[in-house]
Structures are given as C-alpha cells and as structure tokens.
C-alpha cells in the first residue's frame, strides 16, 4: 500500500476469520440481532428454515476488542462482509496482518463529487401557497399543487385515489444529510416516528450541527421527493409510509463519500425492517490520491464492494433504488456509478418533462451487457422542499438523485397493494410496465415508470418465477433464444395459453427495431422462430413479445461475428 509516511494513517478494510464458537446457536435465534420486522420481510425471500445466514451474524467480539487494545480506531464494523474499517498507520497495518485472525487488509474507496455536478447548483425560492385552498385540478383528490406535473408524469396521482399512498412500508433515506426535517412537508413523516442516524458524526441527529461534518441540503431535497405531504404545494408517492434516514456522505471533505458509510447504513436498515432503500449516491468519480481507483470497467455488477452489499440487501428482501449518475452520454461505454451496476439494484436515469432522456443522465450497458438504467423518472426541474433550517418554501432541482427517491416512492405504492411482492418482482413490474418495456435502450433502460399500471398487475399477483423478465401473464413464456452468443442464427422459442395476435421484433441497443420475425395471430401452443443476424453487426440485441396487445416479455441476446 503507498502510505506515504510510517505514521500516517489510512482508511483500510480489515477481513476477519471468522464469527466465533457460537455460529449455531446465533443462527437459531435471529430475534437476538434482527427486528422482528426484519424477520418478516425476509420470509418473503428465503425458506423458512433459512431466513438469515452467517453474514448476518454479528462480528466476533474477541476480534474487535483484540484490534481495539493493538490501537486501532475503529470506524464503521461490517457483519455482511465479516470486516471492519478502520484508520491505521502503515507500521499497524503491518503488525495487524500478523494476527490469525486477520485475513487480509485492503483499502476503504473514497469518492468526490465534481463542480459542474448538476445537483450542486441553487435554484431560487418558492413561497409556500395556501395549502387550505381548493383543488386546482379536480381530476383527483389530492391538491398537488406545483408537483403535479411530477406526479403525473409517473402515473402516481391515480394509484393515490384508488388508496395505496405507500402505507404499512419503511424506506430508509441514504444522503448526505438533512438540514430542514422541520419543513411543513416532513410533518406527517415526523408524526409517524423517525429512527436517524449519522454514520459520518456517529450520532443519531442527522441535521447540520456546528462543528460537525457535513451539510444536509441535498437530504432534504431528495427526501421531499419521496416522502413529502403538504397539499397545495407538494405531494409525493409515498407520503403515508414510514421512514428512516442515514447520513453517509461528508460533503465538507474533498472525498465526501466512502463506501463503508454507505454498508453499515444498509445494514443498520435491514436490521430495522427497512423495506426500500432510497439511495442518491453514485460512486464513481474517485478521490486523485487513492490507492486504487474504480472507473467504468469496473461496472460488472460484481466488482464494487458497495455493489455486492447492494445486491446482498437485496437478496435479504431490500429493494435498492440507486440513481445511475450524472455522467451524461459517452458513446463507447457505460457511465454509471455503482451499485447502481447491480444486478438486483434498480438503478434510476433521469427524463425531462417531455419523457426523453436527461443529457446529463448516465448510460449503460453494464460491462457484462445487461441493460442500465433499469427505469427512468422526472430528474428535470423537479419541486422540492427548499432547504436551510427554519425554510417553509420550495425550490427545484434537477439531476437522477432527483428520480431516484421518486421511483422508490412508487416502489412503496406497489407495496401498498400487495406487500408480498419480493424485490425483484416490483422491479419486474416497473421495468414491464414501463414507457419502452418492448424496445429498452442503454439511454433510458425500459423507460419512464408508470406507477398505476404496476399497480393493477401487482394487486392480483401472487408469485413470479425468479427471472426477472419473464412474463407476468400466467401461460405466457418467452424463451431465452439458443444458443446465445450466437452467429449468425440462433432460435427464439414461446408458449401462448390462448390464440392471440402475436408479434415479435428485435431491437438493437438504443431501442431501434431491426427485424420483425412474428405478426400474425396464432394458436394457443408451443412455437419456435429462425433469428439470422447476418446483415447485422456483432452487439447485444433484444427480442419482445406481444400478445393481444399484452407485453409478455424481453429477452437480451449477444450476436458474435
């Protein structure tokens, strides 16, 4: 490692051997370190007899006290990952490597935020309206004042009136703050019971304090989006849900986000019962004197430590919504920041209020091809609680960090309906009811999100096999096409449970048809079609089925000449 002097100290991961004697006996009893409520939701994802494992476990407390006594100042402690972060000299690192049960030390990554990030920039004031006045628009109940527009554009407002406002789920808010938690938005999130804490202070108040690390603008802003209620003014998705909040990013630093922030937050929130994690932070513009430096090769889904925590959240029955970045365009790669690489992470891009794509908003495809962003939501201009301690107007902002909290919004709306759904089952829903579920692109993934429709699939849902493509019509399937890779031809097989009117087509990764192989109708049956790409470039393609006018599903194929 370049330290550049013995008694400097750095931010390193040390991996522990183990978890104890007592792995067993802890397995058994999840009540000693889970919520109750935590309990319950994983049920939704694990068998009965396995509702947790040994990352769950809690950190051998011999280790701890062993690193504590040699000096060591501990930061933030990792049962998922079985290590600890911690600021050690070069002369400690070297005496802790020696220990059994060390198994390796390796460096905490540090991020920074560029100036031109589009976030960074101020927008003027506006002043609260009478809340106590009449609906403008009788086209719904609710008075949404300046944020309709927001709203309508995901289709939220109707699932509202139909009564599902994202109540009976909890989404934890990850940010580097929140500086105006008194704003007559958050009265109703204060109302049903706020658990914060500040993994960058080590506290439990998550607002500005003097002396310590960090400003909460951008928190207050991107919590608004989700979780905000003030009639007349503001009302977003899931106004009726409860929330937790975590502070993990230190905007006073040249390298205010560290991953380990963001692990312990995501572990803190599963050990609550967090539903969602709501997430605006990208991580890929490192600090210039890191040791190691992620960069785009890097967005595999498997390669990032946060990323891996991100998709293990998941896989304990966590949505993750995480904003795909404000990289912009670049024409041979992706621009993502992790984990929104992950393969479980529903990762947000950005639309203006003409439903294209924001310039700044960041493109996939992942390293290994799979379609980034996932969805898209309004990132343009959006209505927000204006911040500052004491502030009771409003003002607007615009970049995914903005998209992001409203998608996860809509996400505790489905939840709403059937909270039995598991993560990759509303993912599923929102990326097959979206704007361009037929044709999804590198630019806006399968599109901008369409809440109500993911609503009405989802209240008559009860299981959807593990893909998270496949057809949420029951008899319906569409078949990954064999082989893949392929060159030139591969074959694409599909089931209808009805005769149908049928239509298949293939598009290219910025969602422009190239072939329509089916349209026709057809007997309800088993049937296979001939796919040659030929006259094609070698690239990722992607095949849709339609039947009746119903989107069954898309499937990615990789064409190798």
């Known amino acids: 490692m370049n330290v550049r002097s013995?008694?400097?100290?750095?931010?390193?991961?040390?991996?522990?051997?183990?978890?104890?004697?007592?792995?067993?006996?802890?397995?058994?009893?999840?009540?000693?370190?889970?919520?109750?409520?935590?309990?319950?939701?994983?049920?939704?994802?694990?068998?009965?007899?396995?509702?947790?494992?040994?990352?769950?476990l809690p950190l051998n407390n011999v280790y701890i006290s062993a690193l504590k006594n040699s000096g060591i100042e501990i930061k933030n402690k990792s049962k998922w990952f079985n290590r600890v972060s911690c600021y050690a000299t070069k002369v400690q690192i070297e005496q802790i490597i020696n220990n059994d049960y060390v198994k390796r030390v390796d460096v905490v990554m540090k991020f920074k935020k560029s100036a031109d990030d589009i976030e960074l920039k101020k927008s003027g004031s506006i002043v609260e309206e009478d809340n106590n006045a009449g609906n403008d628009n009788t086209d719904y109940v609710l008075n949404y004042g300046s944020s309709l527009s927001q709203m309508e554009l995901i289709n939220a407002p109707t699932a509202h009136d139909s009564g599902y406002k994202g109540q009976g789920v909890l989404i934890a808010s990850?940010?580097?703050?929140?500086d105006n938690l008194e704003h007559p938005s958050f009265d109703s999130i204060r109302a049903r019971g706020l658990r914060t804490y500040d993994f960058v202070n080590h506290d439990t108040n998550v607002a500005d304090e003097f002396g310590q690390m960090g400003e909460g603008s951008h928190g207050t802003a991107t919590l608004s989006l989700v979780?905000?209620?003030?009639?007349?003014?503001?009302?977003?998705?899931?106004?009726?849900?409860?929330?937790?909040?975590?502070?993990?990013?230190?905007?006073?630093?040249?390298?205010?986000?560290?991953?380990?922030?963001w692990i312990a937050a995501a572990e803190?929130?599963?050990?609550?019962?967090?539903d969602i994690i709501t997430s605006s932070l990208g991580y890929i513009g490192m600090d210039e004197g890191s040791v190691r430096s992620y960069d785009w090769t890097w967005m595999n889904g498997d390669s990032c430590i946060i990323t891996i925590g991100a998709d293990l959240a998941v896989n304990k029955g966590i949505i993750v919504c995480n904003s795909a970045g404000n990289e912009g365009f670049h024409s041979t790669h992706n621009t993502l920041g992790a984990p929104s690489d992950g393969d479980s992470v529903i990762c947000v891009g950005s639309v203006n209020s003409n439903k294209q794509r924001s310039s700044f908003s960041s493109v996939g495809l992942s390293?290994?091809?799979?379609?980034?962003?996932?969805?898209?939501?309004?990132?343009?201009?959006?209505?927000?609680?204006?911040?500052?301690?004491?502030?009771?107007?409003?003002?607007?902002?615009?970049?995914?960090?903005?998209?992001?909290?409203?998608?996860?919004?809509?996400?505790?709306?489905?939840?709403?309906?059937?909270?039995?759904?598991?993560?990759?089952?509303v993912r599923q829903l929102l990326t097959q009811t979206a704007d361009s579920s037929f044709a999804p692109s590198r630019r806006r993934g399968w599109g901008l999100i369409n809440t109500w429709e993911a609503v009405k699939l989802a209240k008559n849902l009860t299981s959807i096999n593990g893909n998270s493509h496949a057809s949420i019509i029951k008899g319906y399937e569409l078949s990954q096409n064999i082989p893949n890779p392929?060159?030139?031809?591969?074959?694409?097989?599909y089931s209808l449970k009805a005769n149908s009117n049928v239509s298949i087509k293939i598009?290219?990764?910025?969602?422009?048809?190239?072939?329509?192989?089916?349209?026709?109708?057809?007997?309800?049956?088993?049937?296979?079609?001939?796919?040659?790409?030929?006259?094609?470039?070698?690239?990722?393609?992607?095949?849709?089925?339609?039947?009746?006018?119903?989107?069954?599903?898309?499937?990615?194929?990789?064409?190798?000449?």
């Open 6 to 56: 013995n008694d400097e100290k750095m931010l390193v991961w040390i991996d522990l051997s183990d978890k104890g004697t007592n792995v067993n006996y802890m397995l058994s009893h999840p009540e000693l370190y889970l919520t109750q409520k935590a309990i319950d939701r994983r049920k939704k994802v694990k068998p009965a007899n396995a509702l947790v494992d040994v990352t769950d």
């Open 174 to 178: 990850f940010d580097a703050g929140f």
């Open 227 to 261: 979780g905000g209620y003030r009639p007349g003014n503001l009302i977003s998705p899931a106004f009726r849900s409860r929330y937790i909040l975590a502070k993990t990013e230190n905007t006073d630093s040249e390298t205010p986000l560290e991953e380990d922030n």
């Open 268 to 274: 803190w929130a599963d050990s609550l019962g967090a």
């Open 367 to 425: 390293v290994d091809g799979r379609i980034k962003p996932d969805v898209c939501a309004l990132g343009n201009g959006n209505v927000v609680a204006q911040s500052g301690a004491g502030s009771t107007g409003y003002s607007s902002g615009s970049g995914t960090s903005f998209s992001c909290p409203m998608t996860a919004g809509a996400c505790a709306i489905i939840l709403s309906a059937n909270y039995n759904l598991t993560p990759m089952q």
């Open 486 to 493: 392929f060159n030139p031809s591969t074959v694409i097989s």
């Open 507 to 561: 598009y290219n990764i910025l969602g422009s048809e190239v072939s329509t192989l089916v349209n026709e109708r057809q007997n309800a049956g088993s049937y296979s079609v001939d796919f040659n790409g030929s006259n094609l470039s070698s690239g990722v393609y992607f095949y849709s089925l339609i039947a009746d006018g119903n989107f069954i599903g898309t499937k990615r194929m990789l064409l190798l000449k």
